[in-house]
């Protein structure tokens, strides 16, 4: 499945920011979806994560309240909206699958492949 991820721009400390990411050329509604982000000289973290019916989902401690992830299986797309933003929230932000399949939602980035570009979020103070 091949991942793009959009939506992302420059708020104000406060702001909200809606992210999205259109799969294809796979069965959308066998994967798990999750969120990552990567800020300059940080590794990649652990943002989100939804299980492939929208039942389960999984937070950073980070977002947790702040962020939601959902998910339109009809439109092949998984969305990440992000509210109370906070400049600590600055990064790339990239949409990934597992690379196995299965009932159990990963956190960790070596759990994922088909990284699609990501899409930069910029919040200042």
């Known amino acids: 499945v091949q991942l793009q991820a959009s939506g992302g721009g420059s708020v104000q400390t406060g702001g909200s920011l809606r992210l999205s990411c259109a799969a294809s050329g796979g069965t959308f509604s066998y994967y798990n979806m999750g969120w990552f982000r990567q800020a300059p000289g940080k590794e990649r973290e652990f943002v989100a994560a939804i299980n492939w019916s929208g039942t389960t989902t999984k937070y950073a401690d980070s977002v947790k309240g702040r962020f939601t992830i959902s998910r339109d299986n009809a439109k092949n797309t998984v969305y990440l909206q992000m509210n109370s933003l906070k400049p600590e929230d600055t990064a790339v932000y990239y949409c990934?699958?597992?690379?196995?399949?299965?009932?159990?939602?990963?956190?960790?980035?070596?759990?994922?492949?088909?990284w699609g570009q990501g899409t930069l979020v910029t919040v200042s103070s």
């Open positions: 990934a699958a597992p690379i196995s399949f299965g009932v159990r939602v990963p956190t960790a980035p070596y759990e994922y492949e088909n």
